[in-house]
């Protein structure tokens, strides 16, 4: 084939992916008639913390791939250790009978990583939503182990995001992501979340506030009746419920109140695991040590899919005790994939040579003092919160009534879309800007975000 005749040829081929997309595809959370009339950019390549479509247009990437990409893209060390892996050993599982090494150095590491936090046991699995499955069902089997079978309900928080399989569905705190496929799971129980911008209990100050959304907590479990309640699930800091940092005082309280009654406290880290909050996990910016720990994402900077569920010392123990069989009867083909945890190895080996963590939060308060100051020209902003690197924006039609665009309003869709010219891809959600870029990201490229985020907000008509 001639140079032309190439040329035309993946010109071709380009043209038909750009009719095709959204054809024979569904995409996860899109109405499929809006990807065919607005058909996002095809994203062709990646580089550092910038992403390049199908036409050419190279963009900061604010979406981090989705909270994912920590190390950033084109990391030969993961592709190395990736492309080594398949080479030596594709998969292989860890059913009863075999092992692979990839698995066993990974959960070493995982354990070593979180030490403080008195992690011992990792069960492996492909992303996100199964690792807060395998909590939930090793939470429950627990109870049984130690003798208290009938404890088997979970508190979850709204605004809280936990998966969308079953059981992260039902903990889910958003309607959104419940209401076509109910009924939910029984079981599961939802209870108000210390959320700042908008509180469940308008005029009190923060600490008070998380004070009192853990007293509904509190009251939850008593009216549940504690001997029934296996655990409380939250995440650190919620993300895709718009990135709600709680209260420094609330998750001390949330551990507090599960001690009090015997609670597990599940931490569902999938998106704050690995440095992107500014500390290695979330739970150390609230200085608390949860039960259980979810992760998936950023454990593999997203180059390949990977979950994984910590158990600490307390829950891991109950396998242990002398006594009847207790086996883990759960588990999945691609648990503990030798790839998946060979790219762990790799890209946490990056997070923590390159100190990402302290980069994320070094830039991270840079970016949201930049993104603050644009409240300043820009009433649509009503509020800008987040932690390391993971930031919201929110958009209102009116600031003094926080009245919130709706998935009508085609404004916050304008004003990304103007960004998206400029060269920075956000992520919106109806009337939120997630940023999430990788935790690579330096200052100047924050400043580039600001001050493109500033134009197209001065110039989209409202
Ligand atoms: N938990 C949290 C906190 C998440 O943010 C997500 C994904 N955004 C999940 C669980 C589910 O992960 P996955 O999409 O990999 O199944």
């Known amino acids: 084939m001639s140079a032309l005749e190439n040329m035309q040829a993946v010109l071709a081929d380009a043209n038909w992916l750009k009719q095709e997309v959204g054809h024979h595809m569904f995409h996860p959370m899109a109405d499929p008639k809006d990807t065919v009339a607005n058909p996002p950019p095809i994203i062709a390549r990646g580089d550092g913390a910038y ?10 990437d604010c979406q981090g791939g989705l909270w ?5 893209y084109g990391r030969d060390e993961i592709v190395d250790a990736i492309t ?5 050993l594709p998969y292989y599982n860890l059913f009863p009978g075999a092992a ?3 698995a066993i150095r990974l959960a070493a590491k995982l354990c070593e990583l979180t030490e403080h936090e008195d992690m011992a046991r990792v069960l492996f699995s492909s992303g996100g939503s199964d690792a807060t499955e395998t909590a939930f069902k090793m939470a429950r089997q627990y109870w049984k182990l130690v003798g208290e079978p009938e404890r088997v309900k979970f508190i979850s928080l709204r605004g809280g995001y936990h998966g969308l399989h079953f059981g992260g569905m039902s903990a889910c705190g958003g309607d959104a992501w ?4 109910e009924p939910l799971v029984p079981g599961f129980f939802n209870v108000e979340s210390p959320n700042l911008y908008r509180p469940p209990f308008e005029g009190v100050d923060p600490e008070t506030l998380a004070d009192m959304c853990a007293h509904l907590l509190e009251r939850e479990i008593q009216f549940q009746v504690p001997d029934t309640v296996a655990a409380v699930i939250a995440e650190p800091i919620q993300g895709a419920g718009g990135v709600n ?11 507090e109140i599960c001690d009090r009654y015997g609670v597990l406290l599940i931490a569902d880290e999938v998106i704050t695991g690995l440095g992107r909050s500014g500390e290695l996990f979330g739970v150390r910016n609230w200085g608390v040590k949860p039960d259980i720990m979810c992760m998936a994402k950023g454990i593999t900077s997203g180059y390949i899919p990977l979950g994984a569920t910590l158990l600490n010392e307390r829950v891991a123990s109950a396998w242990e005790a002398e006594g009847p069989r207790s086996v883990v009867m759960h588990g999945y083909t691609y648990s503990g994939h030798p790839v998946g945890c060979a790219a762990g190895l790799a890209a946490i080996d990056l997070v923590i040579q390159e100190n990402l963590t302290a980069n994320a939060a070094d830039v991270g308060a840079h970016l ?5 100051s644009l409240m300043d020209r820009h009433e649509a902003i009503g509020d800008v919160r987040g932690k390391g690197l993971m930031i919201a924006v929110e958009l209102v039609k009116d600031r003094a009534t926080k009245e919130p665009f709706t998935p009508l309003d085609s404004y916050p869709g304008k004003v990304s879309d103007a960004c998206l010219a400029n060269g920075v891809m956000l992520r919106t959600i109806v009337n939120k800007f997630i940023i999430s870029p990788p935790l690579i990201l330096t200052k100047e490229q924050a400043d580039t975000i600001v001050a493109v985020l500033d134009h197209a907000l001065a110039s989209t008509p409202r």
């Open 84 to 88: 080594a892996q398949l080479k030596e």
């Open 51 to 60: 992403v390049t479509d199908l036409d050419g247009r190279r963009m900061l």
């Open 178 to 181: 419940r209401r076509s496929y």
């Open 100 to 102: 692979n090494a990839p």
């Open 368 to 372: 949201l003092a930049g993104l603050r």
């Open 68 to 72: 994912c990409v920590n190390a950033g």
């Open 245 to 255: 940092v709680p209260p420094a005082n609330y998750w001390p309280k949330l551990r």
